[in-house]
């Protein structure tokens, strides 16, 4: 295999047409799928906890879990208390945009302004 340095011009504009056909692929494919065919109502219902279910896996490990792998359980009020709030509007909302956008005002807040 190639290193990045020693590839030509050439190869990085396929490497960038591969990624991009790979980043495209998952996000068109289920849409093609899903423009003929009646999407069931228990599908609906089910995707409305995405939001939570990937606010849960993308969150739990930053907050509970050092670098190291063990369970922090002290030093890390202020991103508990973002967690819990985020938690919340997520579940309330099901909006990854706000529950994003309300996690992060709330770490600068309570971890980088109020030094919990």
């Excluded at 849960?56 to 063990?70: C, I, M, Q």
């Excluded at 030093?75 to 529950?99: D, E, P, Q």
């Amino acid at each position: 295999m190639q290193s990045v340095s020693s590839m030509t011009s050439m190869d990085h504009f396929w490497l960038i047409i591969f990624c991009a056909i790979v980043a495209f692929l998952p996000r068109f494919l289920p849409l093609l799928f899903f423009t003929k065919r009646q999407i069931p109502e228990w599908f609906n219902e089910w995707m409305r906890f995405v939001p939570v279910s990937l606010f849960t896996a993308l969150v739990v490990k930053s907050v509970f879990v050092d670098s190291k792998y063990n369970i922090m359980t002290s030093g890390n009020l202020g991103l508990i208390i973002s967690a819990i709030l985020v938690g919340f509007v997520a579940y309330r909302t099901r909006s990854m945009t706000l529950s994003v956008v309300i996690g992060l005002g709330a770490v600068m807040i309570f971890v980088l302004v109020l030094h919990i």
